[in-house]
């Protein structure tokens, strides 16, 4: 009788948690279909059974929404990854749950990444606790001597996404001051980032990523799998962020944009936005009168490589790089949750691509062992 009630309360927790990640998505596809009436008024509905029929094998249709927004992008390609199913039945078997605060806390990063990897980090907040770079305790009253002969700070949410919280602060005087007047001291660091939150370096990008925007940090999203049959690493995708004019941050859900990276580092002639509307023309760059590619692009997938090695309970990564002025990969993050598959499908290839069927037929056998976490 007790395995009968647990059960019942699984699936109708699984059922929930469907419903509320289908309900998220179904209102992003409406605003990709708003704003691309033509991309998105596909004629591939002979392919929508074949679609519909692939990624219901885990028991939930995916939104009909979801084929809409991005058929014709895809041309009608039926292996398309719909977010709705993926959230709920792929990534809890690539990216455990159990795993995931540990693994997307920005303040875990130097536990099991090299710290040369990423921007210096001066001081940090875990849980209330404060710390110093190397995890060492730090004063509440002696904390601003971590950030002597520094002129800019950038203050970042722990476990925020998205470019949400980051702020600059630069040295005016001997006070670091944002773009708001807020002054930088722990009493406004706990009112506005509460007991999570770490303050790093501002790095100096190289000149090469600077000409997109100079004063966005312009990262390169670079999506990693761990094969589920050999455990093999390999790059799914990749997309040069670049922040719109002013802006301090790149993220395309804060406003910026996104070009599309091939294999060899270059990019495609035009400018994508987070609702798949294309320019050929951004901050005043024509991409498709110039050819750009990316330096030392394959020093940039072994970085990458590299750092999914230190993440052997992951197998899917999704990785923020930035090169610095000396022209090395840093991390600035890497993301295990809330894969951002859209990113890499409006330039018209699914994501997992040759990967497809193989990863189904896993995570359907691995379904099984999921269970959500009851309290």
């Not at 997109?212 to 455990?231: E, L, M, Q």
């Not at 069927?357 to 269970?371: M, V």
């Amino acid at each position: 009788m007790k395995r009968f009630i647990y059960n019942l309360i699984v699936e109708v927790l699984l059922k929930r948690r469907y419903k509320k990640n289908r309900h998220i998505f179904e209102r992003f596809f409406a605003k990709i279909i708003k704003n691309n009436p033509e991309r998105t008024n596909s004629s591939y509905s002979d392919n929508y059974e074949c679609w519909l029929k692939k990624w219901s094998v885990f028991g939930y249709p995916p939104t009909p929404l979801g084929w809409k927004a991005f058929s014709g992008y895809m041309n009608g390609n039926v292996n398309f990854v719909p977010n709705d199913v993926a959230r709920n039945f792929i990534e809890p078997i690539l990216t455990p749950e159990m795993y995931q605060p540990f693994y997307n806390d920005k303040n875990s990063f130097g536990l099991f990444l090299d710290k040369s990897w990423m921007p210096k980090t001066f001081f940090r907040s875990m849980n209330g606790i404060l710390y110093d770079g190397d995890y060492g305790a730090v004063s509440p009253d002696g904390f601003m001597h971590l950030f002597e002969g520094v002129d800019k700070l950038v203050v970042k949410p722990a476990k925020d996404m998205g470019g949400r919280g980051v702020t600059l602060f630069t040295k005016k005087g001997e006070k670091f001051v944002d773009g708001d007047s807020n002054i930088l001291d722990l009493e406004y660091l706990k009112k506005t980032y509460k007991s999570n939150f770490l303050i790093q370096e501002c790095l100096t990008q190289s000149e090469y990523m600077s000409q997109f925007n100079p004063t966005s940090i312009n990262t390169i999203r670079i999506a990693t799998y761990r094969d589920v049959k050999t455990g093999n690493i390999d790059v799914l995708g990749a997309v040069l962020r670049i922040g719109g004019k002013g802006s301090f941050v790149d993220n395309a859900c804060s406003g910026g944009s996104f070009v599309f990276v091939d294999k060899d580092g270059k990019l495609s002639n035009f400018a994508c936005d987070e609702y798949g509307r294309t320019t050929s023309v951004y901050n005043d760059i024509d991409f498709s009168k110039r050819e750009f590619i990316i330096p030392n692009f394959e020093e940039v997938k072994q970085f990458v490589y590299n750092v999914a090695k230190r993440m052997p309970h992951m197998s899917l990564f999704a990785n923020d790089v930035a090169i610095d002025h000396n022209g090395t990969p840093r991390l600035i993050e890497v993301n295990t949750i809330q894969f951002s598959y859209w990113l890499y499908q409006f330039n018209g290839k699914p994501v997992f691509d040759k990967y497809t069927d193989d990863l189904i037929e896993y995570c359907l056998k691995e379904n099984q062992n999921i269970k959500p976490s009851i309290f």
